[in-house]
């Protein structure tokens, strides 16, 4: 048994076959640039044939504002009943769903087993309890793929996606009741990291070796990690992620709203790497601008990128062999506003994922989808419209002497909050969340219903929020000029909140609050 196990772990470290049409982990590979690289079916002339395909009913159990996360593909599974594409979608409740991709059909269902003692239904946003990391999977043999997810009970479950089998004993990871993100995997290690706090949890990033079946951990002291797509690997096994809210001392070992990186030692330990800090970090703490989301990591040549930002709404980049040189705060460039001149930490910034992916003449792209308003100080030469609600803004990496520039390029149409991007042979694939992403009272006049209100408390609870919230839309864009060349118009019925959005093999997946999976495509 002990030997299989070792040979399954060869065959994830060796990256097992690479079929190009796989969608195995959120942000599509290890550092989460969220570029498709291999789709060929997707193209910008035929996207506008999209249409839905399927949309799927399953029974999971939202806890709070969060429901259904992104699905992860494999093209190639074998199964009971031959080779077929299968998806696996993480629900919130502690539930994973097996579905046959090509039907839209549920082929099994597993709800994870849980140590835990209170398993109440919760009314917070920020600590919903359950499942709140998106799975990663791994090819371990040809046609083999095995599911590592993180049950709220902090043990990691390995599960074959043909069956929902457990293909190893559950193993703990983490302590219980924690908000851990999305999973990643390189070189036989699992990695996620925690925020929030949740379940009296220190905020940390922490590492599983499939081999050892050894867990570690490296606190940096600093608030939640808490990026949509969770950590970020360079190619030389650095960990990266954004510290929220928390003071920037690194005098006094204090890490918040910075970039961290950590690496596995020789005891297979996770120790700090390096670090950045912006030159304002303390006053994005005060201000609660804190670093939200997940670093990219690229290499464009022969650089090591990495590229950060946070509800600020501004870009950093960073060169991964020394994050911010000598002192730790100095970029390679730093943006102007592209969003939130209100410097709001409610409903503006940037909120789900930058994305990084190159076209075909060799130019570097970056893709940031925002909340709110664009900024006044944010022009580029290709102007869709000037988003009011949300929008995609692209910027690319331009080499000029010794130095380097994020250059804007083009503004979508506006979104309501836009979320991810996806990226798939030169279509750049967004979102509107339609979520109520207010979390203060509004003011009310006398005569409005439930007035006089002085609003500005804090109210970030689901009760609120939920009856606020609209519906979700998915678009596809020119990845050249931001054209809109196909949305989903009115057919998505709910929104959602944390989720995200996967493409692959000619078709775009997204789930909703309501527990509905959609399916848009083109035909092959």
Not at 62 to 67: E, G, K
Not at 76 to 97: H, I, Y
Not at 281 to 295: E, F, G
Request: charged share 20%; net charge neutral; with cysteine.
């Amino acid at each position: 048994m002990r030997i299989r196990h070792v040979l399954a772990v060869l065959l994830i470290c060796a990256g097992g076959s690479g079929v190009a049409s796989d969608f195995l982990t959120e942000g599509v590979d290890i550092g989460r640039t969220g570029w498709v690289k291999d789709e060929t079916i997707f193209t910008t002339a035929n996207v506008a044939s999209s249409k839905l395909l399927w949309k799927l009913k399953l029974e999971s159990t939202p806890r709070a504002m969060h429901n259904l996360f992104a699905p992860l593909i494999a093209e190639k599974v074998n199964t009971a009943r031959g080779v077929r594409e299968l998806g696996v979608v993480a629900g919130v409740s502690d539930d994973l769903f097996g579905i046959d991709i090509a039907t839209g059909t549920q082929i099994w269902h597993r709800h994870l087993d849980n140590l835990m003692e209170n398993l109440r239904p919760s009314t917070d946003t920020l600590c919903p309890g359950g499942q709140t990391g998106v799975p990663t999977l791994a090819q371990t043999a040809p046609g083999k793929y095995t599911i590592y997810a993180v049950s709220w009970d902090g043990r990691l479950r390995q599960i074959n996606l043909a069956d929902g089998e457990d293909v190893a004993p559950p193993d703990k990871f983490m302590p219980g009741g924690g908000k851990p993100y999305a999973l990643n995997l390189h070189d036989g290690v699992i990695y996620t990291a925690t925020a929030q706090g949740c379940g009296g949890l220190t905020n940390a990033f922490y590492a599983y070796d499939l081999a050892s079946r050894k867990a570690t951990a490296f606190i940096p002291a600093g608030g939640g990690l808490w990026g949509r797509r969770g950590a970020s690997i360079g190619t030389d096994g650095t960990v990266y992620l954004g510290t929220g809210d928390g003071m920037f001392d690194p005098s006094n070992r204090r890490l918040g709203n910075g970039i961290v990186g950590v690496k596995l030692d020789e005891h297979k330990q996770l120790q700090l790497a390096d670090f950045f800090g912006a030159p304002n970090a303390n006053w994005l703490w005060r201000r609660d601008l804190d670093v939200n989301t997940t670093p990219v990591a690229f290499d464009y040549r022969g650089r090591n990128f990495l590229v950060g930002t946070s509800k600020e709404c501004r870009l950093w980049l960073l060169d991964r062999d020394g994050l911010g040189g000598e002192d730790h705060r100095t970029t390679l460039n730093t943006t102007p506003l592209i969003c939130n001149d209100a410097q709001a930490f409610d409903g503006r910034g940037v909120w789900g994922a930058l994305s990084a992916w190159q076209d075909p003449s060799g130019a570097q792209w970056l893709v940031v989808p925002f909340w709110g308003p664009v900024s006044k100080q944010f022009k580029a030469p290709i102007e869709q419209a000037r988003p009011a609600a949300g929008g995609v803004a692209a910027l690319k990496l331009v080499q000029r002497g010794d130095t380097w520039q994020l250059v804007p390029a083009w503004l979508s149409r506006d979104m309501d909050l836009a979320e991810e991007a996806v990226i798939a042979n030169g279509v750049v694939f967004a979102y509107a969340a339609g979520e109520d992403a207010t979390q203060v009272l509004p003011d009310k006049a006398w005569n409005e219903p439930g007035g006089a209100q002085y609003g500005g408390g804090l109210s970030s609870g689901p009760v609120r929020r939920i009856a606020g919230s609209r519906r979700a839309v998915l678009y596809a864009l020119d990845g050249q000029t931001g054209k809109e060349l196909w949305s989903s118009g009115t057919q998505i019925e709910s929104w959602n909140h944390f989720s995200g959005l996967t493409v692959a093999n000619g078709r775009a997946y997204l789930g909703t609050f309501d527990g509905m999976l959609y399916c848009f495509g083109v035909a092959k």
